[in-house]
């Protein structure tokens, strides 16, 4: 089992910045990757980015330039700086880890992203 637990969203204005940040705990061996996907208001949850154990990341074209993806691996946290941040960015952003077994989820967290 994994547990992960997110921090970090919040209420900002249009072009500000924040930082997610998520810890995760229990069966690291098997972990392969983590990372992020959101859900807004009446929409699918789609993915945002990942990081590999590796270093190697992935992100969605609608974020890419505007949000990073990185990882302490001696915290076991992975962290997503949002810049520039748009209302089509406001959502329920949850953590996620993909072991060889299955992939667990986190709580979400709201981000929202007002004009």
């Known amino acids: 089992q994994v547990q992960l637990v997110e921090a970090g969203g919040g209420l900002v204005q249009v072009g500000e910045s924040l930082r997610l940040s998520c810890a995760a705990s229990?069966?690291?061996?098997?972990?392969?990757?983590m990372g992020w996907h959101r859900q807004a208001p009446g929409k699918q949850r789609e993915f945002v980015a990942d990081i590999t154990t590796g270093g190697l990341t992935n992100y969605a074209d609608s974020v890419k330039g505007r949000f990073a993806i990185s990882r302490d691996n001696a915290k076991n946290t992975v962290y997503l700086q949002m810049n520039s941040l748009k209302p089509e960015d406001t959502a329920v952003y949850y953590c996620?880890?993909?072991?060889?077994?299955?992939?667990?989820w986190g709580q979400g967290t709201q981000v929202t992203v007002s004009s």
């Open positions: 996620k880890a993909d072991t060889s077994g299955r992939r667990y």
């Open positions: 229990g069966s690291m061996f098997s972990m392969k990757s």
